[in-house]
């Protein structure tokens, strides 16, 4: 019974990492301007995560080796820098968009400003990481984060037109009254929230604080193949409810409070409160995360002792890291900008940075070294490949996109 427990709770915990402040705000946005049109997208999307986070997973159970210590080793100290730098500066990023909404949850629950918030929210994260077993601290991300489902019964309770919505889905060129540019920027956002690289380092970094072996694969195989995918779900479900309020009004999604405001209208105030848990428990469990993520990566390639378990007088320099981090996160948003612009520009540079890692994943997983004789199937392999392309293609494209459309504008 305990064994399935730990499965069960597993897979909520995959919830709450897949839907964070950037694809809340990146799906409602989308919702309002494309209504189901890009659900394709998000498709793609949690097939690549399955795909990035099995491999990573399998890695770590059969090897005990984390993603960063084994891009090192793989590729040499200096050109595996360059992975570091882009993945660190893309975690740091979203964590300050993580930070930020926190931030702005906590202002609709309270009506104070965001920015009062800002210290409040990066202490709380601290002292979580200081404070708390790292299977709590999943656990209850994920189990809060559940609440979430509000966004997909909102969806049905608002009354969809079903042939509109099956038109939508199956439309596969650019939407009616936009620029393709634009069509394909909010493509490589959506893709990029999906598939955003902090998941994987935090996934393997934390199968490796579990202890996982060799009997944990059909655990890493049901947290990626259901968890993952209920994400998805989730994230059709806020684009569902924000296409169905806001497209009508010809409304722009660009706050926070317009991402749950469809839920209050399907439900009332409980559902209100429910998805304001929801989101403050996503954005707090991806801060989590991200934090984590950041002393993770560096330690990992600098060769330093990581992990919760360690105390912080023996690893220093991860925890220091990570304090180092949320101080510069909590500067960032000091400043007064917009958490919500941190955000999308976080999604774009996930896409950017996201061959630097999959890559070298990708090539150890077929690696009897490291995996033995547990390497990719030619069918998995064939579709890890297939994504790979994708991946570059993405990664190529984005920062043009986003130049020539004014960040989607």
Same mark, same amino acid.
Request: glycine share 10%.
């Given at each position: 019974?305990?064994?399935?427990?730990? %499965?069960?709770?597993?897979?909520?915990?995959?919830?709450?990492?897949?839907?964070?402040?950037?694809?809340?705000?990146?799906n409602? %946005?989308?919702?309002?301007?494309?209504?189901?049109?890009?659900?394709?997208?998000? %498709?793609?999307?949690?097939?690549?995560?399955v795909?990035?986070?099995?491999?990573?997973?399998?890695?770590?159970?059969?090897?005990?080796?984390?993603?960063f210590?084994?891009?090192?080793?793989r590729?040499?100290?200096?050109?595996?820098?360059?992975?570091?730098?882009?993945?660190? &500066?893309?975690?740091?990023?979203?964590?300050?968009?993580?930070?930020g909404?926190?931030?702005?949850?906590?202002?609709?629950?309270?009506?104070?400003?965001? &920015?009062?918030?800002?210290?409040?929210?990066?202490?709380a994260?601290?002292?979580?990481?200081?404070?708390?077993?790292?299977?709590?601290?999943?656990?209850?991300?994920?189990?809060?984060?559940?609440?979430?489902?509000?966004?997909?019964v909102?969806?049905?309770?608002?009354?969809?037109?079903?042939?509109?919505t099956?038109?939508q889905?199956?439309?596969?060129?650019?939407?009616?009254?936009?620029? @393709?540019?634009?069509?394909?920027?909010y493509?490589?956002?959506?893709?990029?929230?999906?598939?955003?690289?902090?998941?994987?380092?935090?996934?393997?970094s934390?199968a490796?604080?579990?202890?996982?072996?060799?009997?944990?694969?059909?655990?890493?195989r049901?947290?990626?193949?259901?968890?993952?995918?209920?994400?998805?779900?989730?994230?059709?479900?806020?684009a569902?409810?924000?296409?169905?309020?806001?497209?009508?009004e010809k409304v722009?999604?660009?706050?926070?409070?317009?991402?749950?405001? @469809?839920?209050g209208?399907?439900?009332?105030?409980?559902?209100l409160?429910?998805?304001?848990?929801? %989101?403050?428990?996503?954005?707090?469990?991806?801060?989590?995360?991200?934090?984590?993520?950041?002393?993770?990566?560096?330690?990992?390639?600098?060769?330093?002792?990581?992990?919760?378990?360690?105390?912080p007088?023996?690893?220093p320099?991860?925890?220091?890291?990570?304090?180092?981090c949320?101080?510069?996160?909590?500067?960032?948003?000091?400043?007064?900008?917009?958490?919500?612009?941190?955000?999308?520009?976080?999604?774009?540079?996930?896409?950017?940075?996201l +061959?630097?890692?999959y890559? +070298?994943?990708?090539?150890?997983?077929?690696? +009897?070294e490291?995996v033995?004789?547990?390497?990719?199937?030619?069918?998995?392999?064939?579709?890890?490949?297939?994504?790979?392309?994708?991946?570059?293609?993405?990664?190529v494209?984005?920062? @043009?996109?986003?130049?020539?459309?004014?960040?989607?504008?």
């Amino acid at each position: 019974m305990k064994k399935y427990l730990a %499965v069960a709770l597993g897979i909520l915990t995959a919830i709450g990492g897949f839907v964070d402040i950037g694809d809340l705000v990146t799906n409602a %946005v989308v919702g309002a301007r494309f209504g189901l049109s890009l659900a394709w997208v998000v %498709v793609v999307g949690v097939i690549g995560i399955v795909l990035y986070a099995y491999m990573a997973g399998k890695v770590v159970a059969l090897s005990g080796r984390a993603t960063f210590e084994i891009i090192r080793e793989r590729l040499g100290a200096r050109a595996a820098l360059m992975n570091l730098g882009a993945s660190f &500066l893309m975690t740091l990023l979203t964590l300050t968009a993580e930070i930020g909404g926190i931030a702005l949850t906590l202002q609709l629950l309270t009506g104070i400003v965001p &920015l009062a918030w800002i210290v409040v929210a990066t202490l709380a994260v601290w002292l979580v990481i200081w404070l708390v077993k790292f299977t709590w601290m999943e656990n209850a991300a994920g189990l809060l984060g559940l609440t979430l489902i509000v966004f997909v019964v909102s969806f049905f309770v608002l009354g969809p037109d079903w042939g509109d919505t099956v038109d939508q889905i199956t439309q596969q060129y650019p939407h009616p009254g936009e620029h @393709p540019l634009t069509y394909w920027f909010y493509v490589v956002a959506l893709f990029g929230a999906a598939m955003t690289p902090y998941e994987v380092f935090f996934f393997s970094s934390g199968a490796v604080e579990e202890r996982w072996g060799r009997q944990d694969l059909m655990l890493a195989r049901l947290n990626v193949g259901i968890g993952f995918p209920l994400g998805g779900l989730l994230s059709l479900g806020i684009a569902g409810s924000a296409f169905l309020v806001w497209s009508p009004e010809k409304v722009d999604v660009s706050s926070l409070s317009q991402v749950v405001l @469809p839920v209050g209208e399907a439900l009332g105030t409980i559902g209100l409160a429910l998805v304001l848990i929801g %989101v403050l428990a996503a954005t707090m469990g991806a801060a989590l995360e991200t934090a984590l993520s950041c002393g993770y990566t560096l330690a990992q390639y600098a060769g330093w002792p990581w992990g919760k378990w360690h105390r912080p007088a023996k690893a220093p320099q991860f925890h220091v890291t990570i304090i180092v981090c949320l101080l510069i996160a909590c500067g960032v948003l000091a400043t007064g900008v917009d958490p919500i612009m941190v955000t999308e520009f976080s999604v774009v540079f996930s896409a950017v940075a996201l +061959p630097l890692t999959y890559a +070298p994943i990708l090539v150890v997983a077929n690696d +009897p070294e490291y995996v033995g004789e547990e390497t990719n199937g030619p069918v998995l392999n064939a579709l890890a490949l297939v994504y790979l392309v994708i991946i570059v293609v993405a990664a190529v494209a984005a920062i @043009p996109l986003m130049v020539l459309t004014g960040l989607g504008s």
